[in-house]
């Protein structure tokens, strides 16, 4: 997990970082084991590189979900936290979390999350807030891969909310939404306890996000849904992922028209 904008001096000197990431230093090289061809997402319209992604008409030609009727489904806010949360450090509290019978969601920024396993794009080099750690881990027991995962952040509970009471866990499956994209990540990371909106690389880069950890994502615009007690396993399992959010996201707009 990390957090945006700690003071605004940081926050200014994270806008004026150059776009370009650099080679990862000695420590931060990725896995040996692991092939590195480059980051690879795949969605409902195939598999893609990590830097770019498809628009709706893809998605609708591939049989996807579309994104205007994720967004009519959750128009209006049945709000399930105590508070609302803040998008980022020192920013006011205006995000509630939201709930229907067969999901929770929340609409907010993004920050890009690049903790997990150091790679050529996340690393103590290219983000000042790297983590070598995650929340959740994969099947093997190593840390999640934020350059190759696409995955959401989830606030730790609190009495503000306790996202496992309303059966959101790691591994969970989430709808992200961003102007006429729909991807499909998991829960992979937990983060502030007063603090919403975050994704890692990956998610980003597939909606067509600045996936750049120093000065990328996006100040608003992204809802998130997290459908309530699904679960992809093992959590790395990318194409399962897409699977279940495309079955359940059906399930979820169809749920508005009734029996």
């Known amino acids: 997990m990390r957090v945006q904008s700690l003071t605004l001096a940081a926050a200014s000197v994270a ?3 150059p776009a370009a990431l650099p080679a990862a230093a000695d420590a931060d ?3 040996p084991a692991r092939p590195d061809p480059g980051p690879v997402v795949r969605d409902a319209g195939g598999v893609r590189d990590a830097g770019g992604a498809g628009d709706e008409r893809e998605a609708r030609d591939a049989g996807g979900v579309r994104a205007a009727d994720l967004l009519a489904r959750v128009e209006e806010c049945d709000q399930i936290s105590k508070g609302r949360y803040r998008t980022d450090a020192g920013a006011p509290e205006t995000v509630p979390v939201c709930g229907t019978e067969d999901a929770v969601f929340w ?3 993004m920050d ?3 903790d997990g396993r150091p790679g050529l794009l996340c690393n103590r080099r290219t983000d000042p807030y790297f983590s070598d750690t995650t929340a959740f881990t994969q099947s093997d027991g190593r840390y999640l891969d934020a350059e190759r995962l696409p995955y959401i952040v989830v606030p730790v509970p609190s009495r503000r909310w306790d996202h496992g009471a309303h059966g959101v866990r790691g591994g969970s499956v989430a709808a992200v939404v961003y102007e006429d994209r729909v991807r499909y990540a998991v829960v992979g990371d937990r983060g502030p306890h007063d603090i919403i909106g975050e994704a890692s690389y990956a998610a980003a880069a597939a909606l067509g996000i600045r996936p750049d950890p120093r000065g990328g994502g996006t100040d608003s615009g ?3 849904i997290v459908f309530k007690d699904s679960r992809v396993s093992p959590i ?3 194409a399962a992922a897409v699977a279940t959010g495309e079955r359940l996201a059906r399930k979820f707009i ?3 028209d009734g029996p």
Do not use: G, S
């Open 15 to 17: 806008l004026l970082a």
């Open 29 to 31: 090289r990725p896995d």
């Open 107 to 109: 609409k907010a920024d």
């Open 112 to 114: 890009i999350d690049c």
């Open 222 to 224: 992204v809802t998130y």
């Open 236 to 238: 790395e399992d990318v």
């Open 254 to 256: 169809a749920a508005a």
